[in-house]
T-cell receptor
């Protein structure tokens, strides 16, 4: 069945460092891909998404490009801030409406000043 | 707009007891989901409703879990009897056409 694999955490960075969180997927057909973020004490929030190959999702300085040839959707940010400390989840949906999500295990990011 | 509301936020019960969680989705959202998030893992879909009908409950342990969505709005998820391995955060989400919105979840501890 469909699945998502993302890099193990925790990831610990200093402020202004470059961030990459790897995510690969297995799916039949052409899924939509997502990154969700969970800040401490808050619910899951959509960070960005891409619905077809070569699409780039972006939000709050984060970017991820849908790479069908490598079945990947890596999350990147050029300069992280302390406020980016959170748990990041990669997810896919085989439903065109972008629901019924399948999640990876999550990667904890901790940014220090 | 108001978000997805869930209650209670926390619940501690003994094994073999029963427990129920409540979810009020965003107004107008026809699709509602319950996910289970075990510590250190990503959320796993338990059940999906479209209005008051079940779309997918293939991963719901039906011997102990049940869910309903009367009138196509609020939903309840029940566990009876609870096991230690049911300790998790139970997330409710609702969606419009292309985006799912999540509640803050109910953290269940079974002792």
């Amino acid at each position: 069945g469909d699945s998502v694999t993302q890099m193990e955490g925790p990831v610990t960075l200093s402020e202004e460092a470059f961030l990459t969180i790897n995510c690969t997927y297995t799916a039949t057909g052409y899924p939509s891909l997502f990154w969700y973020v969970q800040y401490p004490g808050e619910g899951l929030q959509l960070l960005l998404k891409a619905t077809k190959a070569d699409d780039k999702g972006s939000n709050k300085g984060f970017e991820a490009t849908y790479r069908k040839e490598t079945t990947s959707f890596h999350l990147e940010k050029g300069s992280v801030q302390v406020s980016d400390s959170a748990v990041y989840f990669c997810a896919l949906s085989s439903n065109q409406a972008g629901t019924a999500l399948i999640f990876g295990k999550g990667t904890t990011l901790s940014v220090s000043s | 707009e108001a978000g997805v509301a869930q209650s209670p936020r926390y619940k501690i019960i003994e094994k073999r007891q029963s427990v129920a969680f409540w979810c009020n989705p965003i107004s107008g959202h026809a699709t509602l989901y319950w996910y289970q998030q075990i510590l250190g893992q990503g959320p796993k879909l338990l059940i999906q409703f479209q209005n008051n009908g079940v779309v997918d409950d293939s991963q719901l342990p039906k011997d102990r879990f049940s869910a309903e969505r009367l009138k196509g709005v609020d939903s309840t998820l029940k566990i009876q009897p609870a096991k230690l391995e049911d300790s998790a955060v139970y997330l409710c989400a609702s969606s419009s056409l292309s985006r799912a919105f999540f509640g803050q979840g109910t953290r269940l501890t079974v002792v």
